[in-house]
């Protein structure tokens, strides 16, 4: 103690209290003595230890605080003083070395106009015109109500955390722990109470009056959810990110699902999800931000798909590559500032999972989930809507042979591959003579009677079952941590036959070989065995209502796939290799094998250096192998193996001879439909990243986060094709050969009509490789825990874009800042705001566009020509010389917020995202050798708004609490510049496809119709340019701009989700509910056959067409002969009175769940047990009142009511 009188004054005070009082016994015991001098002894001792740190202070003019920075610093001491004590303190010129505290603070506080006291690890400073007093009030009242509170935070093993939050409950102060846990709060009453956070910690409240050096946080049995974000490079603390960010709640991730992506739909606003029969989604985040989205065959391809990030790396497969039960979070980059660090790839958005890891310093942990869902068998009435049997019977009288109906002229050759029905072939034959008048009738009235959907749906249609697996054990060490898991789960389609089987293992280990060394590693091994026997839907659709499988003796029907009478009046069936020709769909499925195989693996490892404080070096290599391979055998009682060497077979009708052209036995083949499916496909990638991680925080009051590295990939992908091989034998693995060779100009094979053949007999294959080099850097400053600055830079260089420097090396960047106002010291009057957050940025990110090249390519034929015998070849691309990426700009701007301690909070966006030099077929000059060309010259525009809200309400403590979400978003996009000279009407309203053609100035999305003019002279007109009318009979002229009219987009603009959690006690009640709106579809017409080559199929808005108005509904042909009949489905589809309102609600899911008391347990020694039940697509409501699904139009399998039932314990 030094000897200025305030600090003997305060000493003596002390002492009082062990001095004799007025009327008090003056006995002291001898157990008092011996305590007192102990205890005095040990305190000595520690003040000793703690005063013989060393300090060494160099400084001259220095501001007496950063001074007192600097003691805590080397000391662990914290000061408390009142601001206003340093307003009259001088500037210091100090310089020491190696000093204990005391001799310190005597030097520093000599000419200062205040003295100290020292209490545990505590500096108080004490004004020198402090009035006098015997007692201590003083120092409390003017040290300890407002004071500074400081204390330390570390973990049950004593290891102190770093970036735990320190929060004065009800007001907005709070701060961070350093590195050595400490904390420090200046200006804060003592009567507050202190809520101190941490990631994967129980949150802890004390007094600031308590204790506050040692305070310890247990490791909570669920972690604290949605605290960081984590970009697939970094993870950031929520409230210092910058970006626009999307965070799925843990408890939702954690509900059952056969694909992680079903979690996230209805959770974030700006993500519109889309899903198949299966319940899978397909995802556009705020969007679409491609123009060139589709294949050869219009199906999506990946730059429609936002880039999926697994552990930090971008990976090839989707979705079901990841096996659910491992995913510890995901989080879904949405600006410029969150995504632009994954540059060319990340226009569409990243969606980043990060998977479990085994907790350090944790035993043994098994857990294990079963679960079994089931669905319903799909509506046939709504996949198949087709008139009724009676109906179908009575359009077919009316359509046979009028209007531009294909006759029967009775011959082999031109009517042979008529699939007529049975009720047209009972009209033909009595037309050709070979059926009476009465007898045509009974069959006609015999067949109305039928309806096979009851034997469909026996005979080809499945429950959909699914049964899932899964195994996870989990264990640590000091020194290292293990995970591993393992899945089993079976896939029962809605078809008989169809079914699939999955099996994942993964393993991810951590180990810290050194203090300066960690070594990671991880695996992924998936097999899937696709059972695809079954029908599919275009085959139900291919039946007349009134073919029937099996007959009343239960033997199989005869589905024509000819036309049968001729067949058996003109063909010697019998003669053939196969004498069966019959076709039936039940008999088909169970007479063919058709499997496809995959084994996805994939591996990553790594190494993180850490060097110095806060730096550390990770260099990972991920490896990844994806293989299918597809073999499909059909046995010999396969109609699709029969029909092929029957009709192989070289038939001379003259002389009656019949030549085998191809061996009897099974058939192996493999799939051969470009691009989608081949025999075999090989995808080998790999990524091989170096980068360097910068965390730090000096003093209070900076942060500083940053990654910089480099980083190269490559992808190769093979396809593979093996010609079919006839004649298999399984059990000696033999196949037969051509007998005759497989034809040629100079080997001509005739087939049964005696036409020329020839058999495919050599292999094809494509190669193709996309390699990308890249160097990337991100950093954020954060002062004062207020003020944040982030930016980023990446630059690309790849062999899918030109070679042109200044279009190859053109970099993604992005800028952004936040600020937390809710911390200014102005805005702590507002008790009931807990956080209030403002973030802008702007950046660009970019795409990448597959389908296209620089160079021109030119695609050789695997077969030669059958007329010249010579290799032929096309030009499948013509070249792009200045191809480059595809580029978005995007600003945000933000708010976050939080009020009434958390009861109420959430988030508003508002974002403008800009493509520029996007790639699309434009229209060129045809001197160029084509009329169009996909280049980097097309714009669009997406604006919009996103609002999330969200409350946890503790109803009764924590045993009865509500926990709701809802979000919100807006999105509008136009394209903006899409240059192309005439638009043919049936491109802008996309004849024959589900997506129309992009018109500048309006939503990519667009709906364009005829706006339908009634009839006139006994045809049905629409609308013209300049007022004309155009009749069915063939394309409409001119530019359609000019004529058709714009319905709506087909994409809903408006989306919502609404999420609610009711935990009463151990019950868990929540559900999900989805909504788009704004949006429009065209709703299912009438389609209008005619007598062709397939079955008459008049759908059930028959009723509707003989019934309605034929100035307000196209009718059927007021004319017996309408030639250009089969003409008219290129408008009747296309009609402005089809247009719907396409704005629709779905209950997504409602989720019950039970958590069984442990003690009950207590044999089995788990630690958790839960059992629950979930639906899924239970029902949608409807903003229109077709009864038709916008999402799933009649016609097209949609899901259906799915439960599920499972349990999930924990050991």
């Given at each position: 103690?030094?000897?200025?009188?305030?600090?003997?004054?305060?000493?003596?005070?002390?002492?009082?209290?062990?001095?004799?009082?007025?009327?008090?016994?003056?006995?002291?015991?001898?157990?008092?003595?011996?305590?007192?001098?102990?205890?005095?002894?040990?305190?000595?001792?520690?003040?000793?230890?703690?005063?013989?740190?060393?300090?060494?202070?160099?400084?001259?003019?220095?501001?007496?605080?950063?001074?007192?920075?600097?003691?805590?610093?080397?000391?662990?001491?914290?000061?408390?003083?009142?601001?206003?004590?340093?307003?009259?303190?001088?500037?210091?010129?100090?310089?020491?070395?190696?000093?204990?505290?005391?001799?310190?603070?005597?030097?520093?506080?000599?000419?200062?106009?205040?003295?100290?006291?020292?209490?545990?690890?505590?500096?108080?400073?004490?004004?020198?015109?402090?009035?006098?007093?015997?007692?201590?009030?003083?120092?409390?009242?003017?040290?300890?109500?407002?004071?500074?509170?400081?204390?330390?935070?570390?973990?049950?093993?004593?290891?102190?955390?770093?970036?735990?939050?320190?929060?004065?409950?009800?007001?907005?102060?709070?701060?961070?722990?350093?590195?050595?846990?400490?904390?420090?709060?200046?200006?804060?009453?003592?009567?507050?109470?202190?809520?101190?956070?941490?990631?994967?910690?129980?949150?802890?409240?004390?007094?600031?009056?308590?204790?506050?050096?040692?305070?310890?946080?247990?490791?909570?049995?669920?972690?604290?959810?949605?605290?960081?974000?984590?970009?697939?490079?970094?993870?950031?603390?929520?409230?210092?990110?910058?970006?626009?960010?999307?965070?799925?709640?843990?408890?939702?991730?954690?509900?059952?699902?056969?694909?992680?992506?079903?979690?996230?739909?209805?959770?974030?606003?700006?993500?519109?999800?889309?899903?198949?029969?299966?319940?899978?989604?397909?995802?556009?985040?705020?969007?679409?931000?491609?123009?060139?989205?589709?294949?050869?065959?219009?199906?999506?391809?990946?730059?429609?798909?936002?880039?999926?990030?697994?552990?930090?790396?971008?990976?090839?497969?989707?979705?079901?590559?990841?096996?659910?039960?491992?995913?510890?979070?995901?989080?879904?980059?949405?600006?410029?500032?969150?995504?632009?660090?994954?540059?060319?790839?990340?226009?569409?958005?990243?969606?980043?999972?990060?998977?479990?890891?085994?907790?350090?310093?944790?035993?043994?942990?098994?857990?294990?989930?079963?679960?079994?869902?089931?669905?319903?068998?799909?509506?046939?009435?709504?996949?198949?809507?087709?008139?009724?049997?009676?109906?179908?019977?009575?359009?077919?009288?009316?359509?046979?042979?009028?209007?531009?109906?294909?006759?029967?002229?009775?011959?082999?050759?031109?009517?042979?591959?008529?699939?007529?029905?049975?009720?047209?072939?009972?009209?033909?034959?009595?037309?050709?003579?070979?059926?009476?008048?009465?007898?045509?009738?009974?069959?006609?009235?015999?067949?109305?009677?039928?309806?096979?959907?009851?034997?469909?749906?026996?005979?080809?249609?499945?429950?959909?079952?699914?049964?899932?697996?899964?195994?996870?054990?989990?264990?640590?060490?000091?020194?290292?941590?293990?995970?591993?898991?393992?899945?089993?789960?079976?896939?029962?389609?809605?078809?008989?036959?169809?079914?699939?089987?999955?099996?994942?293992?993964?393993?991810?280990?951590?180990?810290?070989?050194?203090?300066?060394?960690?070594?990671?590693?991880?695996?992924?091994?998936?097999?899937?065995?696709?059972?695809?026997?079954?029908?599919?839907?275009?085959?139900?659709?291919?039946?007349?209502?009134?073919?029937?499988?099996?007959?009343?003796?239960?033997?199989?029907?005869?589905?024509?796939?000819?036309?049968?009478?001729?067949?058996?009046?003109?063909?010697?069936?019998?003669r053939f290799p196969y004498a069966d020709w019959a076709y039936n769909p039940v008999q088909e499925?169970?007479?063919?094998?058709?499997?496809?195989?995959?084994?996805?693996?994939?591996?990553?490892?790594?190494?993180?250096?850490?060097?110095?404080?806060?730096?550390?070096?990770?260099?990972?290599?991920?490896?990844?192998?994806?293989?299918?391979?597809?073999?499909?055998?059909?046995?010999?009682?396969?109609?699709?193996?029969?029909?092929?060497?029957?009709?192989?077979?070289?038939?001379?009708?003259?002389?009656?001879?019949?030549?085998?052209?191809?061996?009897?036995?099974?058939?192996?083949?493999?799939?051969?439909?470009?691009?989608?499916?081949?025999?075999?496909?090989?995808?080998?990638?790999?990524?091989?990243?170096?980068?360097?991680?910068?965390?730090?925080?000096?003093?209070?009051?900076?942060?500083?986060?940053?990654?910089?590295?480099?980083?190269?990939?490559?992808?190769?992908?093979?396809?593979?094709?093996?010609?079919?091989?006839?004649?298999?034998?399984?059990?000696?693995?033999?196949?037969?050969?051509?007998?005759?060779?497989?034809?040629?100009?100079?080997?001509?094979?005739?087939?049964?009509?005696?036409?020329?053949?020839?058999?495919?007999?050599?292999?094809?294959?494509?190669?193709?490789?996309?390699?990308?080099?890249?160097?990337?850097?991100?950093?954020?400053?954060?002062?004062?825990?207020?003020?944040?600055?982030?930016?980023?830079?990446?630059?690309?260089?790849?062999?899918?874009?030109?070679?042109?420097?200044?279009?190859?090396?053109?970099?993604?960047?992005?800028?952004?800042?936040?600020?937390?106002?809710?911390?200014?010291?102005?805005?702590?009057?507002?008790?009931?705001?807990?956080?209030?957050?403002?973030?802008?940025?702007?950046?660009?990110?970019?795409?990448?566009?597959?389908?296209?090249?620089?160079?021109?390519?030119?695609?050789?034929?695997?077969?030669?020509?059958?007329?010249?015998?010579?290799?032929?070849?096309?030009?499948?691309?013509?070249?792009?010389?200045?191809?480059?990426?595809?580029?978005?700009?995007?600003?945000?701007?933000?708010?976050?917020?939080?009020?009434?301690?958390?009861?109420?909070?959430?988030?508003?966006?508002?974002?403008?995202?800009?493509?520029?030099?996007?790639?699309?077929?434009?229209?060129?000059?045809?001197?160029?050798?084509?009329?169009?060309?996909?280049?980097?010259?097309?714009?669009?525009?997406?604006?919009?708004?996103?609002?999330?809200?969200?409350?946890?309400?503790?109803?009764?403590?924590?045993?009865?609490?509500?926990?709701?979400?809802?979000?919100?978003?807006?999105?509008?996009?136009?394209?903006?510049?899409?240059?192309?000279?005439?638009?043919?009407?049936?491109?802008?309203?996309?004849?024959?496809?589900?997506?129309?053609?992009?018109?500048?100035?309006?939503?990519?999305?667009?709906?364009?119709?005829?706006?339908?003019?009634?009839?006139?002279?006994?045809?049905?007109?629409?609308?013209?340019?300049?007022?004309?009318?155009y009749d069915f009979g063939t394309w409409s002229p001119g530019d359609g701009r000019d004529y058709?009219?714009?319905?709506?987009?087909?994409?809903?603009?408006?989306?919502?989700?609404?999420?609610?959690?009711?935990?009463?006690?151990?019950?868990?009640?929540?559900?999900?509910?989805?909504?788009?709106?704004?949006?429009?579809?065209?709703?299912?017409?009438?389609?209008?056959?005619?007598?062709?080559?397939?079955?008459?199929?008049?759908?059930?808005?028959?009723?509707?067409?003989?019934?309605?108005?034929?100035?307000?509904?196209?009718?059927?042909?007021?004319?017996?002969?309408?030639?250009?009949?089969?003409?008219?489905?290129?408008?009747?589809?296309?009609?402005?009175?089809?247009?719907?309102?396409?704005?629709?609600?779905?209950?997504?899911?409602?989720?019950?769940?039970?958590?069984?008391?442990?003690?009950?347990?207590?044999?089995?020694?788990?630690?958790?047990?839960?059992?629950?039940?979930?639906?899924?697509?239970?029902?949608?409501?409807?903003?229109?009142?077709?009864?038709?699904?916008?999402?799933?139009?009649?016609?097209?399998?949609?899901?259906?009511?799915r439960f599920t039932f499972g349990l999930k314990v924990g050991f």
């Open positions: 103690m030094n000897n200025h009188p305030y600090t003997k004054r305060w000493y003596n005070t002390l002492l009082s209290s062990f001095r004799k009082k007025k009327g008090s016994s003056p006995k002291i015991t001898l157990e008092m003595r011996l305590l007192t001098y102990l205890t005095l002894g040990a305190s000595l001792q520690l003040s000793a230890n703690s005063y013989a740190q060393k300090i060494s202070i160099h400084t001259e003019k220095a501001p007496l605080e950063t001074v007192f920075k600097e003691i805590r610093k080397q000391s662990g001491y914290s000061f408390i003083y009142k601001s206003s004590y340093l307003k009259n303190a001088a500037p210091v010129s100090i310089s020491i070395d190696k000093r204990n505290l005391k001799e310190t603070l005597d030097k520093l506080l000599k000419d200062q106009p205040f003295d100290y006291v020292i209490k545990g690890k505590v500096v108080s400073l004490v004004p020198l015109n402090a009035p006098r007093s015997t007692n201590t009030a003083y120092l409390e009242e003017e040290t300890i109500q407002q004071r500074l509170i400081s204390g330390y935070v570390k973990d049950q093993q004593g290891n102190p955390l770093q970036k735990a939050t320190v929060r004065v409950k009800g007001s907005n102060i709070s701060t961070s722990t350093d590195e050595k846990g400490f904390f420090q709060l200046n200006g804060v009453d003592r009567n507050v109470t202190l809520s101190i956070s941490f990631l994967g910690f129980d949150n802890l409240e004390v007094s600031a009056l308590s204790n506050l050096q040692s305070l310890t946080l247990r490791i909570a049995k669920q972690e604290v959810e949605e605290v960081v974000v984590n970009t697939g490079f970094q993870t950031l603390n929520k409230e210092r990110a910058t970006g626009s960010f999307g965070l799925i709640d843990k408890a939702q991730i954690e509900k059952p699902s056969t694909n992680i992506a079903q979690r996230i739909i209805g959770t974030t606003a700006g993500v519109q999800a889309t899903l198949d029969v299966d319940g899978n989604p397909r995802f556009e985040i705020r969007g679409q931000s491609s123009l060139n989205i589709r294949d050869s065959k219009g199906e999506l391809t990946a730059n429609a798909h936002p880039l999926v990030v697994v552990d930090g790396f971008a990976i090839q497969g989707d979705f079901n590559s990841i096996n659910p039960n491992d995913v510890e979070s995901i989080t879904i980059l949405k600006d410029a500032a969150a995504a632009s660090i994954w540059g060319a790839r990340a226009a569409n958005g990243v969606v980043v999972i990060v998977t479990k890891k085994a907790k350090q310093g944790t035993p043994m942990k098994v857990d294990f989930q079963a679960f079994t869902r089931v669905g319903k068998k799909f509506d046939l009435s709504y996949v198949n809507p087709l008139a009724s049997s009676a109906e179908t019977i009575e359009y077919e009288k009316r359509a046979f042979n009028k209007w531009s109906a294909t006759e029967n002229s009775g011959s082999l050759e031109s009517n042979y591959s008529k699939q007529w029905s049975q009720g047209l072939i009972a009209l033909s034959e009595h037309h050709l003579g070979y059926m009476s008048e009465a007898e045509r009738d009974a069959e006609l009235e015999r067949l109305k009677t039928l309806d096979n959907r009851q034997q469909i749906e026996d005979l080809l249609l499945a429950t959909p079952v699914t049964q899932q697996y899964n195994l996870t054990l989990q264990g640590s060490s000091a020194k290292m941590n293990n995970l591993v898991s393992m899945l089993y789960e079976r896939n029962q389609s809605n078809f008989k036959e169809t079914s699939n089987d999955r099996y994942m293992l993964n393993y991810r280990t951590t180990a810290s070989i050194f203090p300066w060394l960690d070594v990671h590693a991880s695996t992924m091994l998936q097999y899937n065995n696709f059972k695809k026997n079954g029908v599919t839907l275009s085959d139900i659709k291919g039946l007349s209502p009134y073919d029937m499988l099996v007959n009343t003796d239960g033997s199989y029907t005869n589905i024509h796939q000819y036309y049968w009478p001729i067949m058996e009046r003109a063909v010697p069936m019998e499925i169970y007479q063919r094998n058709r499997r496809t195989k995959e084994l996805n693996t994939r591996l990553m490892g790594g190494l993180t250096f850490k060097p110095l404080k806060g730096l550390t070096f990770d260099t990972k290599l991920q490896y990844e192998h994806f293989n299918t391979n597809n073999r499909y055998l059909y046995n010999e009682g396969s109609f699709y193996l029969r029909k092929r060497v029957n009709e192989a077979t070289a038939w001379d009708n003259q002389k009656g001879t019949l030549t085998h052209n191809l061996p009897k036995g099974a058939l192996i083949e493999q799939p051969y439909d470009r691009p989608r499916e081949w025999g075999r496909t090989s995808v080998n990638s790999y990524i091989f990243r170096n980068q360097v991680n910068y965390n730090r925080t000096f003093g209070l009051d900076h942060e500083i986060n940053a990654v910089a590295g480099s980083e190269i990939s490559n992808i190769v992908s093979e396809q593979f094709y093996t010609p079919p091989s006839y004649g298999f034998n399984e059990e000696t693995l033999t196949v037969g050969s051509y007998p005759n060779g497989p034809g040629g100009t100079f080997n001509p094979i005739k087939n049964w009509l005696g036409s020329n053949q020839t058999f495919r007999y050599t292999n094809s294959f494509t190669y193709r490789t996309e390699r990308f080099v890249s160097m990337f850097a991100n950093a954020a400053y954060t002062y004062q825990n207020k003020y944040t600055l982030s930016g980023s830079i990446r630059n690309d260089a790849s062999n899918m874009i030109t070679d042109d420097p200044s279009y190859r090396y053109a970099p993604f960047w992005s800028i952004g800042g936040s600020y937390q106002i809710g911390r200014e010291q102005f805005m702590q009057q507002y008790t009931w705001l807990d956080r209030l957050n403002l973030r802008l940025t702007y950046g660009y990110n970019g795409n990448v566009d597959r389908s296209t090249s620089f160079r021109p390519l030119v695609a050789l034929d695997s077969n030669p020509n059958v007329y010249t015998n010579e290799y032929t070849g096309r030009i499948s691309s013509y070249g792009n010389p200045t191809l480059r990426w595809e580029r978005t700009a995007t600003w945000n701007a933000g708010v976050d917020y939080s009020l009434w301690q958390g009861k109420l909070y959430g988030k508003i966006d508002v974002y403008k995202k800009q493509g520029k030099d996007l790639i699309a077929e434009l229209s060129i000059p045809a001197v160029n050798g084509t009329n169009t060309q996909k280049l980097n010259n097309a714009e669009i525009t997406n604006s919009g708004i996103e609002l999330e809200l969200g409350t946890t309400l503790p109803l009764r403590g924590s045993d009865i609490t509500w926990r709701g979400s809802f979000n919100f978003s807006y999105n509008h996009n136009k394209v903006n510049k899409f240059f192309v000279a005439n638009y043919v009407a049936y491109d802008m309203y996309g004849y024959g496809k589900d997506y129309s053609a992009y018109v500048e100035g309006y939503d990519a999305n667009s709906l364009w119709v005829f706006e339908y003019a009634g009839i006139h002279d006994k045809q049905p007109m629409v609308h013209g340019a300049n007022g004309e009318l058709l009219l714009h319905g709506g987009t087909r994409v809903a603009p408006y989306t919502l989700g609404f999420s609610n959690s009711f935990q009463i006690y151990d019950f868990n009640l929540s559900f999900i509910l989805t909504g788009k709106l704004g949006h429009k579809f065209l709703k299912q017409s009438f389609n209008y056959p005619d007598v062709g080559y397939d079955r008459l199929l008049p759908n059930n808005k028959l009723s509707e067409v003989m019934n309605g108005d034929p100035n307000s509904i196209v009718p059927l042909p007021l004319n017996d002969i309408e030639p250009r009949y089969y003409f008219w489905d290129r408008f009747y589809s296309y009609m402005d009175y089809l247009v719907t309102n396409a704005s629709h609600l779905r209950m997504q899911e409602v989720s019950a769940s039970y958590r069984l008391p442990t003690q009950k347990w207590s044999l089995l020694k788990q630690s958790n047990a839960m059992v629950y039940i979930q639906g899924n697509d239970l029902f949608t409501v409807l903003f229109n009142n077709t009864g038709e699904d916008p999402e799933y139009r009649l016609g097209t399998m949609k899901p259906r009511p």
